[in-house]
């Protein structure tokens, strides 16, 4: 830090002389931004002035004192170099403003005027000087900057803040899709607030919970998110979770919902926010009510999951649509706020859980395969299909996954599986070449046959071993128990898991994201807020509402703490 | 289009006279960037001279010439409300350096000067005049700006070019994680290029294929997307892929990749273009060769899934952690793109398909029912966990799916299925309230005994009708192909879907992305490429290659077209 004191003495040959002195303090360039304290208004201004502080207006400032300073003209050298959040108005500027106010309102030309500037100005859209009678100015307020997110609360990683710094989310929703959407940005840097109703959500009490009856899922899709709970049914509560999802800021706008909450359609969002970015997610296109347990039936997987010959659907215990779709819904959001920022418009993405299904079923190449081929996949069993994969049993019960989809992954497998000469005899007995992945498929049965005896004479773990060095690609069945207990990449050993204490539920192992950034490096895992936790945080930072009035939104049951 | 002409005659007390016609044409706000057709350069220019031509410069000519015009000094408007893809250089500048450069390398001062702007000038970092001895000079030309993308080629939708118009992603890729992120985005407005060697990559002839041994899995997993096809066992080839990785522009240099290609490595590529966005999906953390179908058995699922009581591990069908492993990489590309637009900075952004896969049993709770509860869940067939959910057979054979996890799925389902009084009897007689979550699904075994019968007496067409009617969460039990023949959320009948004509293979029902937005609108589904389709324009308008190299490349066996 360095300080330059300035001298200027003017006098004109007519007589007339103006003093200024000007302290200058020279800051080292921030990593980010640390948003200024906020400075108390005088309770009742004598007068307001709003003065529109465009580009053009600091522009011609820069042009008539001939600064080229790029922080007040160049917003991407302002945010992306010294980290500021917007466009910074020149002191002299301020100064200049904020004197004319006074001359204005106090009359005549002032004998001594004196300026400090305490923190950068970013007004964004407008400037507002606040006077009072007394003839004292103020420091104008920054009325529509939003504050930067993510510095308050919570664990914090080794200087990593994540790839999503700075942007924050508000999120009404419940169970899988969105509260994974959310998590997933939450553990990327970006600050995201849950909001629920006081006594919790939908999903408050979903399987798994603890003895105690805690959930073991809320505390997994919630990681690192903050909670604020309001009393939706009441006029009040809707006014401040809209007034939150529109709060200013280019960072703030963002809003991720699969719940339909009174006041919050897009519509009446927008009118307060037009560059509002709402992600939502229905059931099906219809409005209609589909959970991942209905759309996957309906798209036809448990009828062709299952032993072969065998007819009773098998549904899958993953809810991979939700888990495919929250992750949808992330990309989503981060998709249209880039081109908000692009174009200033904001958008409403609107996805159901049933077209990600179906989509996918397209993109997998399944609807060609009934609309072009004419045919409908009967169940494999634990075949891959369309090449070579299969499940064996070990001497041990054990039981093995192996693949051969690639040249090189059946290569390895017949050397590992010491078949190679084995193979060799039935593609001279068939006449054909197992090279194509196809052939491969069609003859499995008679491959399967020819490996099985290798897997039958060894334990799972010498056959894994034997596998694993030959560079093989193959994967153990187990349980779940079976893999946290057996597998490292389960475990603390993996750098993306710590064991952190869940408060209400104990210490376990607790994954962070699977992104792992050279740069932006991946935050330690946070745990799951309690209900409410940040209610209080979040209404005298985000929302700015003085402490009276936060204190009588939680008398009055509006809002709810922890 | 509105055409001006201003005229200056100067003239001093001292004598001197310069006249000056100046014609400027204004043209109407346009919806995007088009970008200028490149003029040819002369083959042998006599002297090249380079200007820096950074912000402050344009800010200067702007001040000095009190033009308050924002093209000239605020990106964000040049780019939102103009549709530029840079500051855009002054004409008077541009003709004042080439006016410079023609004296001194001419010598004297010009009794008469001609100069045309054609196009907006954007040079982004740099001004290169060229200029020959013949006293002709010629226009400037973007050195450095890449080529807006998504216009040239395949179907565009009514008006709407997609959240991601404007950004260019490469891709280095095979099989479903990697090509599905890239075609999430590229369905979404990006423009992907798709690299792969001549005669097509690991997944070219990836199952379900056609009749003819056309990949509709390829075709599915590639839609809207460029394709050169590169033969990367040469240098030449390696050089040509790094270049289109690192290509300059704000819109590119974003790599999406699964393969360790030689000389592709994050380094060597960070070495010609720092702030490249790189993001690589590996197997498992180790660099280890895991796919889906052996990540799926090794955390636990199969196991966990299939017939209560049977101990054979089902495998899914759906490569589940393919799907939400490529939905994280495209968050993760644009999550990454958005810190390079704030900070400058680029990052390699790595994920493991066996690390999403642990992550997804923390977050879904499943690594605390172990670590915490004990427990190690069992198959409980298509129950739904913890909750009340379960598949029942119809009069007709046909299967339905019922769902009552929430307290209004569970009140609608009783009443639809007629059964709100044997209920609330069995409440009565276990003495415990089935209004708890918990409670259904330990009961689940009564539950479904008192529902089967309204099943049972019914057709699944009947009951189906029935549970829609009230308001359930309900799903058939389809094939897929019954899914398609039966389903209109499946067909045309949906807007997402388009009957496309895929060359080689035909036209069948084609999704386009699940996202619709109200604002970017959803662009229709395109065809995948075909091999190498997209080669020689790649070249040219990408890496701007003259026609003779372009050439030269096919000749040589380096780059194969279609």
């Known amino acids: 830090m360095v300080f330059v004191r300035v001298g200027h003495d003017i006098a004109g040959a007519g007589g007339g002389r103006l003093t200024e002195e000007q302290d200058i303090v020279y800051l080292a360039m921030p990593d980010r931004f640390t948003p200024p304290r906020a400075i108390p208004l005088p ?13 053009e207006r600091l522009f011609r400032f820069s042009a008539a004192t001939w600064n080229a300073h790029r922080i007040h003209y160049d917003l991407d050298y302002a945010q992306r170099v010294e980290k500021y959040p917007a466009l910074i108005v020149h002191g002299p500027m301020q100064a200049m403003l904020l004197m004319e106010a006074a001359m204005r309102h106090a009359g005549g030309v002032p004998a001594r005027f004196r300026f400090r500037g305490v923190h950068p100005y970013v007004p964004r859209c407008r400037s507002v000087a606040d006077g009072r009678g007394d003839s004292r100015w103020y420091d104008p307020v920054q009325r529509c900057a939003g504050r930067p997110s993510g510095d308050a609360g919570g664990n914090r990683v080794g200087g990593m803040s994540g790839l999503l710094h700075g942007m924050r989310v508000v999120e009404g929703s419940a169970f899988v899709a969105i509260p994974l959407a959310g998590m997933t940005l939450a553990q990327i840097g970006a600050e995201v607030i849950r909001v629920d109703r006081p006594g919790g959500g939908l999903d408050a009490a979903r399987w798994p919970v603890t003895a105690a009856g805690q959930s073991l899922f809320w505390a997994g899709m919630n990681k690192g998110k903050k909670s604020i709970a309001i009393d939706l049914t009441t006029e009040r509560g809707q006014e401040l979770m809209a007034e939150l999802v529109t709060a200013p800021g280019e960072e703030a706008g963002l809003y991720l919902t699969n719940l339909p909450i009174r006041g919050m359609a897009y519509a009446s969002l927008a009118a307060r926010r037009p560059d509002l970015v709402m992600v939502t997610l229905a059931g099906d296109r219809h409005g209609g009510p589909q959970v991942d347990y209905t759309v996957n039936p309906a798209v036809g997987f448990p009828v062709a999951t299952g032993a072969e010959g065998s007819d009773a659907p098998t549904a899958h215990v993953l809810p991979a649509w939700d888990c495919i779709a929250g992750n949808l819904a992330a990309t989503a959001l981060l998709a249209a706020e880039r081109r908000r920022l692009r174009t200033g418009a904001g958008d409403h993405v609107k996805l159901a859980l049933k077209d990600v299904a179906a ?15 004419g045919v409908d996949r009967p169940k494999y069993g634990n075949a891959l299909y369309g090449a070579y994969g299969q499940d064996f049993a070990c001497a041990d019960g054990g039981r093995i996954m192996v693949i ?3 040249s ?3 290569r390895v497998l017949l050397k590992a599986t010491e078949t190679e000469a084995a193979i060799a005899a039935l593609e001279a007995r068939i006449g054909e070449s197992l090279k194509p992945e196809a052939a491969r498929f069609r003859h499995r ?9 290798w897997f039958a004479a060894r334990s799972a773990a010498e056959a894994g071993a034997a596998l694993q060095a030959a560079g093989a690609t193959w994967g153990p069945f187990r349980s779940f128990a079976q893999a946290l207990a057996e597998d490292p990449d389960l475990s603390p050993d993996n750098p993306m898991f710590r064991m952190l204490d869940q408060p209400g539920i104990g210490a376990y192992p607790v994954p962070a994201s699977p992104l792992a950034c050279a740069g932006a490096g991946r935050p330690d895992p946070r745990p799951a807020p309690l209900l409410g936790q940040h209610s209080e945080e979040i209404l005298a930072d985000v929302l700015r509402l003085p402490a009276g009035a936060i204190g009588a939104l939680f008398d009055d049951g509006v809002v709810a703490g922890r």
């Open 445 to 453: 049965a008679a491959i399967t046959e020819l490996l099985a005896p």
């Open 408 to 410: 090189r992954q059946w």
């Open 43 to 55: 309770e009742a201004p004598a007068f307001r002035e709003t003065v529109p502080m465009g580009p």
């Open 404 to 406: 051969g989809l690639t």
């Open 359 to 373: 989509a996918m079923l397209g993109h997998l190449g399944i609807i060609g395969e009934v609309a072009v081929n």
